[in-house]
C-alpha cells in the first residue's frame, strides 16, 4: 500500500466521531439480551445491524439463523457479509456479537444502561463496549475505504454473532457446524472483544479449563460430641489444602500465558449446616483450575482422585468429585500465524506500538475456531468495563482501532 492511500483513510476515519455516537446510539437503545439472561434474544439488534450494513453495498450477506423457540423470533440470527478485494485468495474476518449481558443492578449505575451518556470522550451505556465497538471499528475501516474508493487488497468479511454471553451454541458453534465452507484455513480471523488499554495484547491461546464439584460425605452430629460423627467439613478442608500439592504435580511454565503456570484453586463454597453447634455431615466445594494445554486433563482427575482417596482414608469419609466444566484447550494460534504478524505490522505502523501474543487463563470465541484448525486472534483497545455497571467504550479506541484494522486490510 502507498502511505498516500493509508494517509487518505487514516484522515477520513479522524472524521467519523458523531459516526461512532450515532451507531453506539442507535446499537445500545436495543436490549439484545439473550434467553439465557431472561432477553428476547437479537432478531431486533440485527436489523439494525443490517442498516449499517447495507450501507456499504456488501458483494454477499449470508444469514444463519438458529432455531431458538425461547425467543419471539423463533431463532437466533447470525450474520456474515463479504467486500470482495483485488485477490480473492482469502477473506479477512472481523467477528462480533450483538448479544449483551443484562445491566445489572441499576442504582449502581449513574445513567440509564440503554442510552448512551458521552462524557469525557467516553460513551457509557451497557453493550458499548461490549461488543458494539468490536463491530463499529472494521466497520468505519470499511467505511473510509469505500468513501475513498479503495479495494482492500483481500475480501473482507464481517460476522456479527448472536449468543457470544452465553456459551456461543446458537452463534458461532452453530455457524461453523452449519456453514463450514464460509471459511478457510488461509483466512485471517480476528475477533476484537479483549484487550488492554493500550491495545498491544495479542490473544492467541488459552489453557485448559476443569471445574470440579467435590462432595463430601460423613455423619452428622452434636457439635459438642465430635466422637459420635464424622466431619465432612474438616475432611473437606484437609482435601482443599491437599490439592494444593497440585501445583507441585503440574510445574510447568510457560511465557506464553499470564500468568504462565497451571492454577488449582478452591473457589465456591456452598452451605453445609445454618447453625454453629452442628458438626455437618456432608460438605461441597468447587476449585477451578486453568492447566497449560501441555497437560492432560485426564492426569489431572487421577491426581485429584487420589488425593481424595487419600483423604477418605484418613476421615473415614466419601468423597465424589464431578466435573462441572472439562474443556481441552486447541492447539494455540502461533505467533508466526500471517493473522498475528499482520495484526502486530499494523499496530506498529499506525500506532508505534510493539504488540505482544499472549495466552490466557480465561475462555474466548476463538477457541471455536481454533478447534475447526482456523488460526484466530483476540485484540482490541479497551478499558475493559465490559459487565460491570456504568460500561463504557471510548470514542479514540474505537476510531484507532478502525485505522489499524484498516492497515490490516490494505496489507497484501
Known amino acids: 500500500m502507498s502511505q498516500e492511500t493509508l494517509g487518505r483513510i487514516l484522515d477520513r476515519i479522524d472524521e467519523y466521531r458523531e459516526h461512532v455516537i450515532d451507531m453506539q446510539t442507535r446499537l445500545t437503545a436495543i436490549p439484545a439480551i439473550g434467553p439465557d439472561n431472561g432477553g428476547e434474544g437479537e432478531a431486533e439488534k440485527m436489523r439494525c445491524v443490517l442498516e449499517f450494513l447495507n450501507d456499504l453495498d456488501p458483494n454477499e450477506i449470508v444469514e444463519i439463523n438458529a432455531p431458538d423457540n ?28 450483538m448479544d449483551i449481558v443484562p445491566p445489572g443492578d441499576l442504582s449502581l449505575w449513574n445513567s440509564d444502561p440503554y442510552q448512551v451518556v458521552e462524557k469525557d470522550g467516553k460513551l457509557y451505556g451497557r453493550g458499548t463496549e461490549d461488543d458494539q465497538q468490536g463491530f463499529i471499528s ?21 460476522a456479527i454473532v448472536s449468543d457470544e454471553e452465553s456459551g456461543s451454541k446458537f452463534g458461532i458453534q452453530h455457524a461453523l457446524k452449519e456453514r463450514p465452507d464460509l471459511f478457510s484455513k488461509e483466512d485471517l480471523i480476528y475477533i476484537p472483544d479483549a484487550g488492554d488499554p493500550e491495545g498491544i495484547t495479542m490473544e492467541v491461546a488459552e489453557k485448559s479449563i476443569l471445574w470440579i464439584k467435590v462432595e463430601t460425605l460423613g455423619k452428622q452430629t452434636h457439635g459438642s460430641t465430635p466422637e459420635k460423627g464424622i466431619n465432612a467439613h474438616k475432611a473437606a478442608a484437609h482435601l482443599v489444602v491437599k490439592m494444593n500439592d497440585l501445583y507441585r504435580d503440574f510445574p510447568d511454565t510457560d511465557p506464553l500465558y499470564d500468568p504462565p503456570v497451571s492454577t488449582f484453586e478452591p473457589t465456591r463454597k456452598m452451605e453445609n449446616v445454618s447453625n454453629i453447634n452442628t458438626i455437618p455431615g456432608s460438605d461441597i466445594v468447587f476449585f477451578d483450575c486453568r492447566v497449560l494445554p501441555r497437560y492432560s486433563l485426564e492426569n489431572l482427575k487421577h491426581q485429584a482422585r487420589t488425593y481424595a482417596d487419600e483423604i477418605e482414608k484418613e476421615f473415614g469419609v466419601r468423597i465424589s468429585l464431578g466435573f462441572p466444566q472439562d474443556e481441552t484447550a486447541p492447539d494455540p ?41 482456523l488460526p484466530a486472534v483476540c485484540w482490541c483497545t479497551l478499558d475493559d468495563t465490559l459487565h460491570g455497571p456504568n460500561e463504557y467504550s471510548v470514542i479514540k479506541n474505537v476510531l484507532n482501532d478502525a485505522k489499524v484494522f484498516a492497515h490490516i486490510f490494505l496489507q497484501r
Open 70 to 97: 425461547r425467543v419471539p423470533a423463533g431463532y437466533r440470527p447470525n450474520l456474515f457479509v463479504r467486500f470482495k478485494g483485488s485477490a480473492s485468495t482469502r477473506t479477512i474476518w472481523v467477528m462480533s456479537h
Open 333 to 373: 494460534t502461533s505467533p508466526d500465524a500471517p493473522a498475528v504478524q499482520t495484526l502486530k505490522k499494523a499496530i506498529h505502523e499506525i500506532h508505534g506500538k510493539n504488540a505482544k501474543a499472549v495466552g490466557i487463563g480465561g475462555g474466548t470465541v476463538a477457541a471455536y475456531f481454533r478447534r475447526a484448525g
Open 138 to 158: 472494521p466497520f468505519l475501516a470499511l467505511k473510509a475505504m469505500k468513501e475513498e474508493g479503495i479495494t482492500p487488497a483481500f475480501n473482507v468479511g464481517l
